[in-house]
């Protein structure tokens, strides 16, 4: 399969550095005309730097693919709505939105001021739903759009002192799943990588044997692929870490089912707790909203 991005038109948000940087090169280079999204600054989300942005476009005019920098912050809206004009107003059409825009303000959940909570929920999750929302018309209207946002195990199976960012980045999941089923009736699929990668952000925590094999140009491969025609699924996570490539997902372990026509007490819940705590014969959860209810009722001699 080729994945070729010839006549897109992609955006990809905080691509000054780190892995955004990597999605904008790799997605030029297979034809995408990219907006470099970047206004620079620390990785708490500090001061700005009007330069990394246009170092990127330079980057990709350098090797002939096509670019443009955008300075804004993905954490206001009317922003975020010029990063979306700035594809449009450039190139004249939306296809790709890559959302990787991110800060870290770190701190036990007891030490962490409510602002650093709210400054991270703004960047990751926010800056996520603007974004998307301010691409989502153009791209539902033309009936063609791949909307990648960047998740993070952190939030997946949580991150000693990082609970603003993994709520943010659960969150970003839970829109996705949402707008995986809206979009798709349009043609515009909504997917998420959760990355690891040597950058700055991660740079302190990442013994240098392993650090070496982390680079950020294994994880956009990936992004590539889903910001593409190649990719028809939605709602994917795929978790992309040193040339390793899987998808992840929830999954539901064996339950057990009580009559609800008869009392159930908490006693009851906390012995079967012993076994269903377990994960035991854990399988996908069921997507339909009452999951295999009824069969269970049906079994029961309920329905
Ligand atoms: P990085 O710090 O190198 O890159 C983040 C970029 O986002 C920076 O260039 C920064 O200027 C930009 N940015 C920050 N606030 C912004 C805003 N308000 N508007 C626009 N741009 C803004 O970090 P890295 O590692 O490249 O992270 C990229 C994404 O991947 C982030 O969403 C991060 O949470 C996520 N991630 C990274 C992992 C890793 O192992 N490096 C692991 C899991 C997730």
Same mark, same amino acid.
């Given at each position: ?100 825009? +991110? ?173 269903? +705590? ?26």
């Amino acid at each position: 399969m080729t994945v070729n991005l010839e006549g897109r038109v992609a955006i990809v948000t905080g691509a000054g550095g780190g892995l955004g940087r990597e999605h904008a090169l790799l997605l030029a280079r297979l034809g995408a005309k990219v907006v470099v999204n970047d206004p620079g600054g620390s990785v708490a989300g500090t001061g700005d730097d009007r330069r990394v942005a246009q170092m990127v476009v330079d980057e990709i005019r350098a090797a002939g693919g096509e670019a443009v920098a955008n300075l804004d912050s993905v954490a206001e809206f009317s922003a975020a709505q010029r990063i979306v004009q700035t594809a449009m107003d450039t190139y004249g059409r939306l296809d790709i939105l890559v959302n990787n825009a +991110g800060i870290l303000r770190d701190k036990t959940f007891a030490k962490m001021e409510v602002e650093d909570f709210e400054l991270v929920l703004k960047v990751h999750l926010m800056g996520t739903v603007y974004c998307t929302k301010a691409a989502w018309p153009i791209m539902n209207e033309q009936g063609y759009g791949r909307i990648v946002l960047t998740t993070s195990a952190a939030g997946i199976v949580g991150g000693f002192g990082q609970s603003n960012y993994g709520a943010a980045k659960m969150g970003t999941l839970g829109l996705m799943n949402c707008l995986a089923l809206e979009g798709a009736r349009n043609g515009v699929l909504v997917n998420a990588i959760s990355p690891a990668a040597a950058t700055r952000m991660t740079q302190a925590l990442i013994p240098p044997q392993i650090g070496q094999h982390l680079r950020p140009d294994l994880v956009s491969p990936a992004v590539a692929w889903l910001a593409s025609e190649a990719c028809t699924q939605s709602g994917l996570v795929v978790n992309a870490v040193a040339g390793y490539f899987a998808c992840q997902r929830f999954v539901e372990g064996e339950g057990v089912q009580f009559n609800p026509t008869e009392p159930v007490t908490a006693d009851m819940v906390a012995d079967a707790a012993k076994s269903f +705590g377990q994960m035991n014969n854990a399988r996908a959860v069921d997507p339909r909203p009452l999951g295999d209810l009824e069969a269970r009722l049906q079994a029961l001699g309920l329905s």
